[in-house]
Nanobody, 126 residues
């Protein structure tokens, strides 16, 4: 059974940093691409960053390039999202999930249309 447990969110002032973590179970990071998806208030989920399992290629949404960094710890089956220079528009609930294998083609989308987990709330405000 697939499970994702996100953590690390919180209230941060603009310009600050935070690191999100996602412990995955039910599969290994060697086998599937993974990604972070953000749901801003009143909006649909947006793929902000994805990481390929095969070649390590990454995708970043234009709005986060240069500020977000996705990484993984295979031994811990954990995915991270380092967020620097945060902006108010980064506010939202962040979920992690398996992603489409087409990361190398600039695709960052959930692999399955399964219900989202709890996620972790990120609020950027002064």
């Amino acid at each position: 059974q697939l499970q994702f447990v996100e953590s690390g969110g919180g209230l941060v002032q603009p310009g600050g940093s935070l690191r999100l973590s996602c412990v995955a179970s039910g599969f290994t990071l060697d086998s599937y691409a993974v990604g972070w998806f953000r749901q801003a208030p009143g909006k649909e989920h947006e793929g902000v960053s994805c990481l390929s399992a095969s070649d390590g290629s990454t995708y970043y949404a234009d709005s986060v390039k240069g500020r977000f960094t996705i990484s993984r710890d295979k031994a811990k089956n954990t995915i991270f999202l380092q967020i620097n220079s945060v902006k108010p528009e980064d506010t939202g609930v962040y979920h992690c999930a398996q992603a489409s294998p087409r990361v190398h083609r600039g695709v960052c989308a959930p692999l399955f249309s399964a219900p989202w987990g709890q996620g972790t709330q990120v609020t950027i405000s002064s």
